[in-house]
Every structure is written in C-alpha cells, then in structure tokens.
C-alpha cells in the first residue's frame, strides 16, 4: 500500500473510533428482517413468498442483522437502509451477496481497491450474486435478484475496514 492509502485509512479509523462512541443501536435477535408478516397458523407469511427483506447500516460500522432468509426460486428484493449520518466517503455502506465458497477475505482485499468503481472489484464480478450502490447517511438502495439454488450465501459490506463487523449470510430455502 501506498503511504497516501496507509494516512488515509489511519485517518479514516481514528475518525471511526471518535465517531463509534456512545450510544449503539442495537436490534434484538429474534427481531425479523422480513416486512409485511402474518401470524396466521396455516399460512405463509406475504413477506416470505415475495421475499421482501430490508437491512439497515449504521454509522457504527454494524448491520442490524447478520442472518437474512428468503425462498430459491422467487424473486428477491432487498432494501439497504443507511441509517447513520455521515457522508459516504468516511463512511460508506453497500452489501454484496457472494456465491458460495468465495473467498470472503480475498474477495474484501480487492474490494479495498477498488474505489472508482465503489469498492465492487470488477475482476470478481463471476463470485458476485448482487450488490447494492454505495451508500452515505441517509440514504437507501433497493435491489432486485433470485437465487434459484438452496444454500448458505455470505453478504458483506466492501468499504474498507468494514467487513471485519459488517457481514453476514442468506440462507436460501
């Protein structure tokens, strides 16, 4: 690395430790990510059929969730909220679903790299299910997918330095 990257990163997460202080939002687990659910007995839920899932990003550098579920074969929409404050070039979101058996670690250290093309590492588009845009505080993304295949898919967010706590896996049925 470059010594401009070394002071930039080390500024980025001094900046990061000043700013993750105080009060961290925090989600209950049992807290679901689907929208739209029914209680009835005998019925499956709207959201589970149509696979409606929504996650949201905070300036602390955490997901409010680290298991998303949905049906192979249906369509998937999944919406990224960032629910922090700060821009998106000190403290930037996305979420990129991974085939099965990439190399998260190896795929985040090309991601770091690739910043003209919003940390999404061009030479990995085939380990790539979908991603969502890079997102700054406030802002949200909605993207749509399907995954035919039932499996355990790893999802993180590529911003530099994030995906040591910002990841986690859809686990598709």
């Known amino acids: 690395m470059n010594k401009k990257v070394q002071i930039s990163m080390l500024m980025l997460m001094g900046f990061l430790a000043i700013t993750s202080c105080g009060k961290k939002e925090t989600v209950p687990a049992d807290q679901s990510t689907e929208v739209n659910e029914t209680e009835s007995e005998g019925v499956q839920p709207e959201a589970a059929v149509e696979n409606v899932l929504v996650i949201e990003g905070n300036d602390q550098m955490q997901f409010n969730t680290k298991e998303l579920k949905a049906i192979a074969g ?3 929409t999944l919406t990224l909220k960032h629910t922090g404050k700060i821009p998106k070039e000190a ?4 979420l ?3 085939q099965e058996g990439t190399d998260e670690a190896a795929f985040a250290a090309k991601a770091i790299n690739a910043k003209d093309t919003d940390y999404i590492p061009a030479s990995e588009k085939a380990s790539i299910i979908a991603h969502t845009k890079l997102l700054g505080g406030g802002e949200t993304d909605t993207i749509e997918f399907t ?3 039932k499996g355990t898919y790893n999802f993180l967010c590529t911003f530099p330095g994030h995906v040591a ?3 986690g896996v859809l686990i598709v049925e």
């Open 147 to 149: 995954i035919d295949k």
């Open 96 to 98: 990129v679903i991974l």
């Open 91 to 94: 403290m930037g979101h996305n």
């Open 74 to 76: 249906k369509p998937i």
């Open 165 to 167: 706590m910002m990841k």
